[in-house]
């Protein structure tokens, strides 16, 4: 009996594809493109149906600088500590009309409301409203485009304070340690008066322009990122004008 001719080559062209092994489906193979890996369903991610390459999100280094924030505020503790004071009658009164707000914007810049800088103001706010005695208010919250480089973040705090320069002080030493601040200089602190600071930062690779200050009614800070101190100072009183408020 004739057998057949033998193939040189393999199975003819037209010969169907092996069958899939049991468990697996059969996946084409897109032509140019290699084989598909497992957990890859086409051979090129760039397809429908392939994940997009992920995006570096500038919001995570921005995390961490403001946890550095939060430990000089809150976490230098008792340097925070508020008490009715024996000062000139004026004084006193002042500081307690004050009182620190979030304006809908800030010297021209819009409030960011993106969740996790969002979340992060909250977090900052209640962090100092459980740490400061005797608290009359707190803020804490992110103005500009972070994608432009344009961003600033304040923090502070209101209520009858005893000694204004020493609580500037402890703030100096905390920047100084958590935000790599190396001097900062006296400036104006402008018409609402008490004593501020203005000094270059850096932290994980961002400059920073950071301005402090603190009088009797209140504390607070001023972090440009991407800026310098002396952009950072050039902005301090109308920044702080918005911020801290006396009725």
């Known amino acids: 009996m004739s057998q057949p001719p033998a193939t040189p080559y393999g199975p003819p062209h037209d010969s169907p594809p092996p069958p899939p092994q049991q468990g697996q489906p059969a996946v084409p193979q897109q032509q140019g493109f290699p084989p598909a890996q497992p957990g890859q369903p086409y051979g090129d991610p760039s397809l429908a149906g392939g994940p997009p390459p992920a995006k570096k999100s500038k919001v995570g280094k921005i995390v961490l600088i403001v946890l550095a924030v939060v430990l000089v505020l809150c976490l230098g503790g008792a340097a925070i ?7 000139e009658v004026g004084d006193v009164v002042d500081a307690t009309k004050t009182r620190v707000v979030a304006p809908a914007t800030l010297a021209g810049r819009p409030k960011i409301d993106d969740p996790e800088l969002q979340k ?128």
Do not use: H
């Open 81 to 87: 500590t508020w008490f009715a004071v024996k000062d």
């Open 120 to 247: 992060l103001s909250d977090d900052l706010v209640a962090e100092m409203k459980s740490t400061v005695q005797n608290e009359t208010s707190a803020v804490g919250a992110f103005y500009g485009d972070p994608a432009k480089e344009d961003l600033v973040m304040i923090a502070g705090t209101s209520g009858l304070m005893a000694d204004p320069k020493k609580e500037l002080d402890t703030a100096v030493t905390g920047l100084s340690t958590e935000l790599g601040v190396a001097t900062m200089a006296t400036v104006d602190p402008g018409p609402l008066g008490g004593d501020a600071r203005c000094g270059d930062g850096k932290t994980d690779g961002v400059p920073l322009g950071v301005c402090v200050w603190a009088d009797k009614g209140s504390v607070g800070l001023v972090v440009m990122f991407f800026k310098s101190g002396a952009e950072a100072q050039a902005e301090f009183a109308t920044i702080r004008g918005q911020v801290e408020q006396r009725s």
